[in-house]
């Protein structure tokens, strides 16, 4: 491989990783990592731990690559995401293919290396990873199979420890759906008007500004109701309720930002907000587990 064709290469690696958002991975990552402590009662395995990191990566990865690869045609008519890589053409459909492709051989890879359930339920995972760059064309839940995505972050973690799904994993993952359903509904709120205008389906669109609003503070809610019930099922301590509360104190904080439809501030809302939340958990879960 000549200097060139490294760097270009390299180029593409760098314009892929910032097309997908790969520094977001710290909204889900968190979380499944909360969920491998849970599972075991402590500090997973090193090796656990590595693999559960390689599964998390591989999955956000093809499924940010997939959604932007699908969606290339409907963004590149709206005025927000026109500049995005592949519209604009700084990377291709087939080299974003083919990192899709890599990111999917990585999370199988590593679900393989964590247990057999962790492996069969792989497909599963890849289904809802699909289906949710299709949704928005047919239908408004589009928020909740995000969700669903997302959730498979904590419940795949406590699988590849316990090598069973249990009641504690689905209700943390429940919680993590309630939350970025409801954090995704605030994000579309900027592509309501052209939503419209396109056809497309999402909860802004059918509910309005003011509608959306209520029903992510409803999402939001039912994510933290469901942490008092993980607190409540494992019988955990201190730590984590003040995870809990101090999650509650920032999504009211979010949701103040955004009252009135105001979304001037919606990056501090939606990223730096649901960054500190879920690394917040993490902590709680962390300090909770260690100190028992």
Not at 116 to 137: D, E, N
């Amino acid at each position: 491989m000549t200097e060139t064709t490294e760097s270009g290469l390299l180029r593409k690696i760098v314009v892929f990783l910032e097309m997908i958002k790969f520094s977001h991975t710290v909204f889900a990552l968190p979380f499944a990592l909360a969920g491998a402590l849970l599972a075991a009662g402590g500090l997973p395995s090193g090796q656990q731990f590595f693999w559960i990191v390689m599964a998390m990566v591989g999955a956000r990865t093809a499924a940010m690559g997939m959604n932007r690869l699908i969606d290339a045609g409907i963004d590149a008519k709206n005025h927000r995401t026109a500049g995005r890589a592949i519209p604009a053409g700084l990377i291709g459909k087939r080299a974003t293919l083919a990192f899709i492709i890599a990111a999917t051989a990585l999370m199988l890879v590593a679900a393989a290396m964590l247990n057999p359930l962790c492996l069969k339920l792989s497909p599963i995972a890849l289904f809802f990873l699909v289906l949710y760059s299709y949704c928005k064309r047919f239908t408004s839940l589009a928020h909740v199979v995000l969700g669903i995505c997302l959730a498979a972050a904590p419940i795949g973690a406590w699988a590849a420890i316990r090598g069973s799904v249990d009641t504690p994993a689905l209700i943390l993952g429940g919680a993590v759906l309630f939350w970025v359903a409801g954090f995704d509904i605030l994000y579309a709120l900027q592509d309501l008007e052209f939503d419209r205008q396109a056809g497309l389906h999402s909860i802004p669109v059918v509910l309005g500004v003011e509608g959306s609003l209520w029903a992510a503070r409803l999402f939001h809610l039912v994510m933290l109701a469901l942490l008092v019930w993980l607190y409540i099922n494992l019988r955990l301590e201190g730590f984590f309720m003040a995870g809990i509360l101090a999650a509650a104190a920032m999504l009211l904080y979010e949701h103040r930002l955004l009252r009135g439809g105001n979304l001037e501030k919606l990056d501090a809302a939606f990223f730096n907000m649901n960054g500190y939340i879920s690394v917040v958990i993490l902590i709680a879960t962390a300090a909770d587990v260690m100190t028992r």
